[in-house]
């Protein structure tokens, strides 16, 4: 089993749905992370958390939602889906020192029609 | 904020070449690490190389962090080479911040 498990791994949606990605991990790591991945534009990032009482906006958090509901989980919510947030989404995770390692889950494929 | 420089962006070798990508970021940096994503969208780390030189098989990579750079090596390609190489790098900060990916590095290796 992968060490951080993402799910749904795909997902089609209409505009203006809800929308949970949720992201679990085994590693035992303190910090979560969510990235939003566009072709040619890299991976941004969405949110972050530090620790279960811990939640940052990142670079691109309009939209989005964020629940640190465990240490092990860091879910995901699109309030009102739109079509530009179709795009391809990771979870991540790291020790909480220096080192800062970072652990991809497989990815979400979400698409807004 | 730092600004994170991958070149180049596309890539195309021969099976058994070698090559070279670099990074270049804008800032000082406590962290930066190597990323490989296969043709399945698996993102994989690479190497955690905030300076010095790294080696792991037939990869390896080297960064000159007072001069803002980084290089990674791939000797002797392979077919399963082929994907995007992301370099991300860690503003540096009196505490941790997260990374910050450059746009990336897509390699085609053919057979």
């Known amino acids: 089993d992968a060490d951080v498990t993402q799910t749904p791994r795909n997902r089609i949606t209409k505009t203006g749905k809800r929308i949970m990605l949720e992201c679990s991990q085994t590693?035992?790591?303190?910090?979560m992370y969510w990235y939003r991945q566009d072709p040619g534009l890299g991976l941004r990032l969405i949110y972050y958390?530090?620790?279960?009482?811990?939640?940052n906006k990142g670079e691109i958090s309009d939209g989005y939602s964020v629940s640190r509901q465990a240490q092990a989980k860091f879910s995901l919510s699109l309030e009102s889906a739109i079509p530009n947030q179709t795009a391809l989404y990771f979870c991540?995770?790291?020790?909480?020192?220096?080192?800062?390692?970072?652990?991809f889950g497989e990815g979400s494929r979400l698409t807004v029609l | 904020g730092i600004q994170v420089e991958q070149s180049p962006p596309d890539l195309i070798l021969q099976e058994g070449a070698n090559s070279t990508l670099r990074c270049n970021f804008s800032?000082?940096?406590?962290?930066l690490q190597w990323f490989h994503q296969n043709p399945w969208g698996q993102l994989i780390n690479l190497f955690y190389?905030?300076?010095g030189t790294k080696q792991n098989g037939r990869l390896s990579a080297t960064t000159v962090a007072t001069e803002r750079y980084s290089l990674l090596y791939i000797s002797s390609s392979q077919t399963t080479d082929s994907g995007v190489y992301f370099c991300?790098?860690?503003?540096?900060?009196?505490?941790?911040?997260?990374?910050?990916f450059g746009k990336g590095t897509r390699l085609s290796v053919i057979a």
């Open positions: 991540a995770t790291s020790v909480g020192d220096l080192t800062g390692e970072l652990f």
């Open positions: 190389i905030p300076s």
């Open positions: 800032d000082s940096v406590n962290n």
């Open positions: 958390s530090f620790d279960v009482k811990d939640i």
């Open positions: 590693k035992g790591h303190d910090r």
């Open positions: 991300a790098v860690e503003p540096w900060s009196s505490g941790n911040t997260p990374l910050v």
